[in-house]
């Protein structure tokens, strides 16, 4: 009975954080189609073009973004898949999280869009929602 309802909740904690990187990853590409861009094709165009223009420490950070990007497509389908070992890439995304600014709860995006100039608001929850969704694997997954 026990390691059922241990294991009820962790798909749900998969289920509830799979859902989240899903709605990051439609808000990415809904943003991009509305800016005339084709999501992450035109976005890695881009920075194709910027890194060939100034190079140096941006290669080292495009490159990070874009790892992260990946991973988070990866980490959405992990989770929806309840694979146990995607807990160990969320807290590997934490800190590029944090340093790019893509909340966990990226529900904080849309609000962020919504209500523009709350910018040490947003820093707060996206700490918050990082802090959220460590506790919430290393408890439940």
């Known amino acids: 009975m026990k390691t059922e309802t241990t294991r009820d909740k962790r798909n749900t904690i998969f289920l509830f954080w799979g859902v989240l990187d899903a709605f990051y990853i439609a808000w990415y590409c809904t943003n991009s189609l509305l800016g005339g861009r084709m999501p992450y094709l035109s976005d890695l ?11 140096g420490v941006n290669i ?3 490159i990070l973004s874009w790892l992260l990007q990946f991973s988070i497509i990866i980490s959405c389908l ?3 898949l309840r ?3 995607v807990k160990y890439l969320a807290y590997a995304q ?15 995006l849309l609000a962020a869009q919504l ?5 040490l608001m947003l820093l707060a929850l996206i700490i918050v929602s990082e802090i959220l969704k460590t506790w ?3 408890r439940f997954a």
């Open 60 to 62: 080292a950070t495009a």
């Open 45 to 55: 165009s881009a920075s194709v073009t910027l890194l060939e223009r100034q190079g």
């Open 136 to 138: 919430s694997l290393w």
């Open 83 to 85: 694979k146990g070992w």
């Open 94 to 108: 934490i800190p590029f999280r944090l340093f790019f600014l893509i909340p966990s709860l990226s529900v904080i």
């Open 78 to 80: 992990m989770f929806l």
């Open 115 to 119: 209500l523009p100039g709350y910018g």
